[in-house]
């Protein structure tokens, strides 16, 4: 199994990136698939996270109405849209793949773990 996140950069504040996370080696179908991010001595947090359907999504506070989830089963990817991005937004960013129903927020539940990439907001 791989997931793969990509797309990180560096942007200025009020800008957007979208994150991808293509998944390999499982049947993507059967998974809900979440976006973490973490900073130096900070413990991972949940960021959005998305049904195996794509029917339903979940979201941090801290994010709400600027970031989006979404996924293309037929594509094995998923999606973090980032918009008005902010300079605590920066962190590295993380997809990972769940089978628990209803879908979590803790990294406790997640199965599999891409490697992250780097989203850097300048101020």
């Known amino acids: 199994v791989q997931l793969q996140a990509f797309g990180g950069g560096l942007v200025q504040a009020g800008g957007s990136l979208r994150l991808s996370c293509a998944a390999s080696g499982l049947t993507f179908s059967m998974y809900g698939v979440g976006w973490f991010r973490q900073t130096p001595g900070k413990e991972r947090e949940f960021v959005a996270a998305?049904?195996?359907?794509?029917?339903?999504?979940y979201y941090a506070d801290s994010v709400k109405g600027r970031f989006t989830i979404s996924r293309d089963n037929a594509k094995n990817t998923v999606y973090l849209q980032m918009n008005s991005l902010k300079p605590e937004d920066t962190a590295v960013y993380y997809c990972?793949?769940?089978?628990?129903?209803?879908?979590?927020?803790?990294?406790?539940?997640?199965?599999?773990w891409g490697q992250g990439t780097q989203v850097t907001v300048s101020s």
């Open positions: 990972a793949a769940t089978l628990a129903i209803p879908i979590v927020t803790s990294t406790h539940g997640y199965n599999y």
């Open positions: 998305i049904s195996r359907s794509g029917g339903n999504t």
